[in-house]
């Protein structure tokens, strides 16, 4: 498993600004062909907007190689379930805008052994589009979560 973390992404008027884009942009997602969405996400193209361009424009020095965003979307959760799932894209990348408690991505190995890893806020990890991840549970007896992150998957060319 090849997870690369970053930190310290954007400065606090571009997350504001991303932040409140996704405000107006998020709704419950109905039941689509058996795919169920157990939380509030917005539509996919998220990167179309201009508040997305410098978190895209960030990816840029971290990928060495040229990428296109084929699709982005956030997410706000409250830590209500387990979702896993992976992605059809060459590199995932999970953006933490909102995440007070630090939860970051849990991960299942080969060998089914959980990994769980911690993400500040403002830090984003990027993976291989087939690892198998899930956004973690609250902590046990801990208040509501408010986290919302920005996933995005990548070809590379």
């Not at 996400?41 to 978190?55: F, I, R, V």
């Not at 190689?65 to 060459?90: L, P, R």
Request: positive net charge.
């Amino acid at each position: 498993m090849d997870i690369k973390e970053r930190l310290n992404v954007l400065n606090k008027n571009q997350q504001s600004a991303l932040l409140k884009l996704i405000n107006k942009k998020v709704s419950k997602r109905p039941d689509r062909g058996g795919l169920s969405f157990p939380c509030f996400q917005t539509a996919a193209n998220l990167h179309e907007y201009k508040e997305a361009n410098p978190l895209i424009k960030k990816l840029k020095e971290y990928i060495s190689k040229n990428f296109v965003v084929t699709k982005c979307w956030a997410v706000y959760t409250e830590g209500d379930e387990i979702t896993w799932h992976q992605h059809d894209a060459d590199l995932s990348i999970v953006y933490y805008l909102r995440n007070k408690e630090s939860l970051g991505t849990l991960f299942r190995g080969k060998d089914k052994k959980v990994i769980s890893l911690k993400a500040p806020e403002n830090s984003l990890i990027i993976f291989r589009g087939k690892e198998i991840h899930s956004p973690p549970p609250k902590k046990r007896g801990g208040l509501k979560m408010r986290r919302y992150t920005v996933a995005l998957n990548l070809s590379l060319y």
